[in-house]
């Protein structure tokens, strides 16, 4: 599938990371249009780190994910394309390693973020934490991409800010 993959430089232990893709399994046949879509989060692996198994703990991301919230996104989520599409529960499972990240991480978004505020928290159990945007067709990639770079940019600038004023 065609893909877009951004990699921010190193933030401590962590970076920022995002896709612009095609908003669907398989590409649509010839002709039919084609919807796009990116997520945009703080990277993660699908372990205890991450997601502790504790959900009051606060893993990194968590934070990261808040100042996104304040500092960035405010209230432009409809001005950045940003979807309150929530975090599914189909994923979970006890089965394999990232269906157990999976659970921990809805316990963890359950005890820290509000029910309205669960959709910055969407992405990729094993790469990303963060919002995904809205569908749009590919004749709208332009503004899909400023959001997705302003986002990017902004968050970047929040998370270098939070490691020079973070406690030695």
């Known amino acids: 599938m065609p893909a877009v993959n951004f990699y921010s430089p190193m933030l401590g232990d962590a970076q920022l990371r995002a896709v612009l893709q095609v908003a669907q399994r398989a590409m649509p046949p ?30 990194m991301w968590v934070d990261a994910v808040r100042r996104l ?26 089965k394999t390693i990232n269906g157990r990240a999976h659970a921990r ?11 309205k505020d669960r959709w910055l928290t969407t992405g ?26 302003e986002i990017l940019d902004r968050w970047y600038r929040a998370e270098a ?3 020079l004023d973070a406690p030695p």
């Open 30 to 59: 010839a002709g039919d249009p084609v919807p796009l879509r990116f997520s945009v989060g703080v990277s993660v692996k699908a372990d205890s780190t991450s997601y502790p198994r504790d959900p009051a703990a606060t893993p």
């Open 69 to 94: 919230q304040k500092d960035v996104i405010g209230d432009r989520v409809d001005e950045l394309h940003l979807s309150r599409r929530r975090p599914s529960s189909a994923h979970v499972s006890s």
């Open 105 to 115: 991480k809805l316990a963890i978004v359950d005890h820290h973020f509000e029910d």
């Open 124 to 149: 990729y159990i094993d790469w990303i934490v963060g919002p995904a945007s809205q569908r749009m067709p590919l004749e709208h990639v332009g503004r899909l991409a400023d959001a997705l770079i």
């Open 161 to 163: 800010e939070a490691l």
